[in-house]
């Protein structure tokens, strides 16, 4: 049964992926009025698994998420302790450890998870209300109206108005151009790395010979021009994997975004060329990736100057699209969101003073987001500037210490979004 709307204002949110669909549950639980939009036939995520970091789970915890995701899997088998670094090459040599966290029982401010994507929609699908969302209704753009409401236009001809509109869209949203001018700003670069995705099964790993451990906690492997980011998910039966090789010279500047799709099923030798030199064990979980998929990762460079305008509002990839070297990607989605739904569901907010409430969020999303957009490109000058061309070992490990120890580093997931809002919600 639907809950009568608390609020005198409408939303509707464009893009059903993990940012839009936790954004439509959080909205219709405070009792707004919320459609969802969505350009596909369903709700779908690719077959891959996702690191959420602590900074993912409480906003997934404040919007009474976290439990119903936490009951598909066993945490005892997918809690993480941080990434171990090791070497792409050689008998892939012990690098780095970060600081220790106490894993004998779950505590989501201090430990994320891997989990397989599928998954985690199946979790969230049964919360979303059919009579809510509407399928294959592809955005094609919106108007201001005079009314202060928007119309949003799809490709099947028809319109829907709503007072707020949350682009949610991804990285190549349409809802971005109604926000930011088109040009430099908000450009889309190519960061001249490609990776190659798979999840595979631990057991044939280890019955291939490969010694590392990689079914016991996550792995970044590290090496020039190449790095691997590998985690066990599904009770340690499966073993998620993000290969990703440079396609330009190290520290080369983002380049434009690839014409066409940056999808691309390729041979497998090509990938086993791309790491060509590598230790065994990193080879050999390449070749159990059989058919493997080439993603070009994209970044938004220059990081936008606004996510609002009017009351069009940007969350997730739409808004700050970033490379998924820190794993920040879905973290910064969901605290968009989490902060979005505060805001909105907050009484002292209705439909005459949205305009401030959206540049509220704007203040408090947009100069966090951005900063870890630049640190994630930043990123791979250490985990792809690691041997004897760039830096040894000890230089490596003094860059990730220092990494560890900066203030942005620590704030990262440590970062008292509640005590934020709160703050901002007194002041308004
Ligand atoms: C290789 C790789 C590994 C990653 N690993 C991690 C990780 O471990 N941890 C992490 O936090 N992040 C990771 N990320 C980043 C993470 O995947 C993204 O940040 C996240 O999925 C973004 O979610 P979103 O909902 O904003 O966008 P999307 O997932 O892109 O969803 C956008 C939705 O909008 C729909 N849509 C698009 N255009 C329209 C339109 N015009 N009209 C209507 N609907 C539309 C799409 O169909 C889609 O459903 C990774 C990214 C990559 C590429």
């Known amino acids: 049964m639907q809950r009568r709307p608390i609020k005198d204002f409408t939303v509707a949110i464009v893009g059903g992926g993990m940012c839009g669909l936790v954004c439509g549950i959080g909205l219709a639980r405070q009792g707004i009025d919320v459609k969802i939009f969505e350009s596909t036939a369903k709700f779908a995520e690719v077959g891959a698994g996702v690191a959420l970091s602590p900074n993912a789970l409480r906003p997934l915890r404040s919007l009474g998420l976290l439990d119903t995701v936490l009951k598909l899997i066993n945490i005892e088998d997918v809690k993480q302790d941080g990434f171990r670094v090791i070497a792409v090459n050689g008998d892939h040599e012990f690098i780095h450890d970060p600081p220790e966290v106490d894993t004998s029982r779950f505590d989501p401010e201090k430990q994320g998870f891997g989990i ?130 440079r396609s330009k010279e190290y520290g080369a500047p983002v380049s434009p975004q690839e014409p066409g799709s940056w999808v691309e ?116 000058q250490i985990s792809q500037g690691f041997g004897p061309e760039k830096n040894s070992i000890e230089v490596t490990r003094e860059k990730l210490r220092e990494r560890e120890d900066s203030e942005w580093h620590k704030n990262l997931v440590d970062h008292d979004l509640d005590r934020e809002i709160t703050n901002a919600l007194e002041s308004f």
């Open 265 to 380: 099923a390729v041979d497998q030798q090509e990938m086993l060329d791309a790491f060509e030199g590598s230790g065994d064990d990193l080879m050999t979980i390449l070749k159990h990736i059989v058919k493997p998929s080439r993603w070009a990762l994209h970044t938004l460079y220059p990081p936008l100057k606004t996510y609002v305008k009017d009351r069009v509002v940007l969350v997730g990839d739409a808004a700050h699209a970033m490379v998924p070297y820190l794993g920040a990607g879905v973290g910064q989605g969901f605290e968009d969101v989490y902060v979005l739904c505060r805001l909105l569901a907050h009484p002292k907010i209705t439909k005459d003073n949205l305009n401030a409430t959206l540049a509220l969020y704007d203040n408090l999303r947009r100069p966090r987001a951005n900063m870890i957009l630049e640190k994630s490109l930043e990123a791979a």
């Open 116 to 245: 397989y994507r599928p998954t985690f929609l199946a979790a969230l699908l049964p919360l979303v209300d059919p009579n809510n969302v509407f399928f294959n209704k592809r955005v094609t753009t919106t108007s201001l109206l005079p009314s202060g409401q928007h119309r949003i236009f799809f490709s099947d001809g028809t319109t829907y108005d709503a007072d707020v509109i949350v682009g949610a869209d991804g990285i190549k949203s349409t809802v971005r151009s109604s926000v930011v001018e088109s040009g430099p700003e908000g450009r889309i670069g190519f960061s001249n790395t490609y990776a190659y995705r798979g999840v595979m099964p631990v057991d044939a790993l280890k019955a291939a010979g490969v010694k590392v451990a990689v079914e016991a906690r996550p792995l970044l492997w590290i090496g020039f021009c190449r790095h691997m980011a590998t985690y066990p998910i599904d009770g340690r039966t499966l073993l998620n994997v993000a290969a990703m090789s």
